[in-house]
């Protein structure tokens, strides 16, 4: 391709991180793994930081993890807002621990909650609101925290696609009780598959401990805020379980690449903001789209691109022809979730029309970007689609 989706961020270095955890012999989640989750919660600002084997099972964890806590655990049937555009993960855990999805329409410009139909929806059968930062866009959490109020709503936050987003100062992340992070191959940096999940609260981050190896208690302290004390028979005690867990543990591996991809990340999303900027610069005052609005400092995963309605050609031929060009293009994330044969399954309803997601779900793509200068490749987008709409 002329203009891919995505391209490896790793250098020799981080070749070299995985080289030398294979030759030790020792490959499952052990040091490095440890010390990437410190590296981590350290550069974002947060006390606890859990790795996992992907974004999607960070998501499946946050979600376990709150109805675990002693005090005002979620609860099957409890209400939870989601946005209408979004990634499968985003909701299936939702689904799987028996809640009730209230999808929520997008705003058609910041392509995050629009507000105003958030604001509707909030009920006081409402527990907690699931908010998407995406394409490296974080949400206006001062509005939303106003909307909240002193309401008993919880906030977390699916932050995979928005890794060194800011909003006011404040990592995109770091908002709510739980957020959540990846590091696939596409995202802001790769341990080829693998996720993350911050937290400030000691018990969320014990939950999230044992729920991430099978329920048992043998990584706990000994003092815990899970369970009652841990014996001092490491026979018994290593084979004790106390919560239904799941094996979603990380590879030694993608610990120390993670370490040699977050000490670049400040310079990778650098470039990514910088290209977004040329972007803009030749994207905003186009007749036929419109372009993602920035809320706050995003890290800008990539691109997105919606068709007006005044424009006089269809989105297949566009994408058709940009194929031609060898220019990679995909669905704005899924889309309009709510369109999916999936939610036959879901306990959900709709707050209103989904009308923005419809439009985007018709109407809207998006291009790649990436942690090194590419005004080339946006000047060659932009001067195919300058060519398909002349012809």
Not at 21 to 41: L, P, R, Y
Not at 93 to 101: D, E, K, M
Not at 300 to 316: C, D, M, N, Q
Request: net charge negative; hydrophobic share 40%; proline share 3%.
């Amino acid at each position: 391709m002329k203009y891919e989706l995505a391209i490896s961020s790793w250098g020799e270095e981080e070749k070299e991180a995985a080289k030398a955890v294979i030759d030790s012999g020792f490959t499952t989640m052990g040091k490095q793994v440890k010390e990437f989750e410190e590296m981590f919660a350290k550069h974002f600002g947060s006390k606890y930081c859990v790795m996992v084997n992907s974004g999607s099972s960070a998501n499946l964890l946050a979600v376990a993890a709150l109805f675990y806590t002693k005090n005002n655990p979620l609860k099957r049937g409890d209400e939870v807002i989601v946005p209408a555009v979004s990634w499968a993960t985003t909701y299936y855990p939702l689904y799987q621990y028996g809640l009730h999805l209230k999808f929520v329409d997008i705003d058609l410009h910041t392509l995050n909650y629009d507000l105003s139909a958030l604001k509707n929806a909030v009920t006081d059968k409402t527990r907690m609101i699931m908010c998407v930062n995406l394409l490296g866009n974080p949400n206006d959490f001062a509005e939303i925290k106003k909307i909240i109020g002193s309401r008993n709503i919880m906030l977390i936050e699916d932050n995979c696609e928005s890794l060194g987003a800011e909003f006011n100062g404040k990592f995109a992340g770091t908002f709510g009780r739980m957020g959540t992070f990846s590091s696939f191959f596409s995202h802001h940096i790769s341990t080829m598959e693998g996720g993350m999940i911050l937290t400030d609260e000691e018990e969320l981050y014990q939950i999230l401990l044992s729920t991430r190896s099978h329920g048992w208690t043998r990584i706990l302290p000994k003092h815990n805020l899970v369970c009652s004390d841990k014996s001092d028979d490491l026979f018994k005690e290593q084979f004790r379980f106390v919560l239904p867990g799941y094996n979603v543990r990380p590879l030694e591996v993608m610990g120390a690449i993670g370490k040699k991809q977050l000490s670049k990340v400040s310079d990778f999303n650098d470039f990514r903001r910088s290209n977004a900027d040329y972007f803009k610069k030749k994207f905003s005052d186009s007749a036929y789209f419109m372009i993602q609005e920035a809320i706050g400092n995003p890290s800008w995963f990539g691109f997105a691109l919606i068709i007006k309605e005044s424009a006089p050609f269809t989105r297949k031929d566009l994408l058709d022809f940009l194929a031609k060009k060898e220019i990679d293009t995909r669905p704005i994330v899924a889309g309009d979730f709510t369109k999916n044969e999936v939610l036959k399954y879901f306990d959900y309803e709709l707050s209103g029309e989904m009308k923005n997601a419809e439009y985007l779900d018709a109407h809207g793509f998006f291009v790649g970007n990436h942690q090194f200068d590419i005004r080339d490749k946006i000047d060659y987008l932009y001067e195919s689609i300058d060519e398909f709409i002349k012809s």
